[in-house]
């Protein structure tokens, strides 16, 4: 109970965050998981079926029953979201909308992404195959990611290039830019 707790604090309004509704459907079937019970187990397991059904149709995410899903991961957005039955997701990760974690190939369905703590990804990155993104990693918007992303690296691009932490760091972020010349206005 104390995840279904900290799953509830780690979104801003709750209980209209359709992220946070996906996230407790599937809580509800990982503990469907351990009912050792088959005469109970089983109603239990397809009405987990039936939910993961309305959370990909009324909200668009679909998170595989059997992904391993971290502490105080947060959806931010709905929509267009789908991890593979087989991801591992570690605690604290951000994911926006139209994201997808999963296999590169459909003949290797067993080689997905492995996502460390930590980790935030931007909207419309597509994570394939059977990858690490480490500890703290930021994966970029419409960020193609189909090789490993070291702790605390950004990956951006389409396929993404890693730039490591050292040079994500030291870059300024909050730098003012420099304004265009008026000249050729007037």
Known sequence: MNILAEDFRSYRWPLIRQGYWA?????????AHGIRTPLLRMPIRA???LMI??????????IGPNVRLGRRVVIEHF????????????DDVRIRQNVTIGN?????????PVIGNGVDIGAGAKIL??????????????????????AGAVAVGVP????????????PSDAPRPRASRRGSR
């Not at 996230?23 to 503990?31: E, K, W």
């Not at 059977?130 to 703290?136: A, E, L, T």
């Not at 993404?160 to 870059?171: G, L």
Request: glycine share 10%; charged share 20%; aromatic share 8%.
């Open 47 to 49: 009405l987990h079926i």
């Open 23 to 31: 996230t407790l459907i599937h809580r509800f079937g990982s503990l």
């Open 104 to 112: 590169k190939h459909a003949d290797t369905p067993f080689d997905v």
């Open 129 to 150: 195959g059977k990858i690490m993104v480490g500890d703290g990693a930021t994966i970029g918007a419409n960020a193609v990611v189909i090789k490993d992303v070291p």
């Open 53 to 62: 059904k309305f959370s990909e149709i009324f909200y668009g995410i679909y």
């Open 160 to 171: 993404a290039r890693i730039i490591p932490a050292k040079v994500a760091a030291s870059a």
């Open 79 to 90: 929509g267009a979201i789908i991890i593979h039955s087989e991801v591992k997701i570690g």
